[in-house]
């Protein structure tokens, strides 16, 4: 069975790491931190996420829901600067999402091109919304902006790495070419920023 897209952007990219940050928010008995509601997902402690520290409280669906919408909203950027990099540079559109679709539904990318293609715009739009629901979670861990970018950036471009390693679609960025590596970084670096501000500006305006 393949795993949802969701799965995959919470797991490969550090699931275990981000449990932990989270767990002192949402795991821990409520008599720790006074908690008064019950349920599932209680109400966290209030904590400093904007870019000036403002304190408010979230709870987990929110911070995912909120992430998703600014994952959309980063995902745009990413489209938008990886479009400036190409006229710039002159290189072909990426096409590792396609490849990544293509290896998870079990097809080879390299004999099935069509189908790499057909699953590039796909993979590309639910990956990048899906990951804007991690950087909603870094927000429980009572991150303000630009630890909680620092720590998402780690996240997203050492994720993204690992799982092209795994799929064997790219080997280790020491071995890309300078021009591969600036390229991957200022989509990542992109995506990263415009996801964290999206994400502080919606947490903002509720």
């Known amino acids: 069975m393949m795993p949802s897209p969701m799965w995959i952007a919470g797991w490969h990219i550090g699931g275990a790491p981000l449990a932990y940050l989270i767990k002192a928010r949402v795991c821990r008995p409520r008599a720790v931190f006074g908690w008064s509601t019950p349920g599932v997902f209680p109400r966290a402690p209030r904590f400093n996420s904007g870019l ?4 408010r409280s ?5 911070a995912i829901g909120l992430g998703l919408l ?3 909203v980063g995902t745009v950027a990413l489209t938008l600067a990886e479009k400036i990099e190409i006229r710039i ?9 396609g490849q990544v679709g293509a290896k998870l539904t079990g097809r080879d990318p390299q004999t099935q091109p069509q189908v ?9 739009w639910v990956h990048g919304i899906s990951l804007g629901a991690v950087r909603g979670l870094l927000g429980l861990a009572g991150l303000s902006f630009l630890p909680a970018t620092g720590a998402f950036f780690l996240m997203v471009w050492g994720g ?13 960025p020491w071995s890309w070419s300078g021009p591969e590596l600036a390229g991957d970084l200022w989509g990542k670096g992109v995506y990263v920023v415009a996801t964290s501000a999206a994400f502080v500006a919606l947490e903002g305006a509720l």
């Open 160 to 172: 993204d790495v690992l799982l092209y390693r795994v799929l064997g679609i790219a080997k280790m």
């Open 58 to 62: 979230m709870d987990a669906l929110e």
């Open 70 to 72: 600014a994952g959309a």
């Open 89 to 97: 540079s002159g290189r072909e559109p990426s096409t590792v999402p």
């Open 52 to 55: 000036l520290g403002t304190e």
């Open 116 to 124: 790499a293609e057909r699953l590039n715009p796909i993979v590309h």
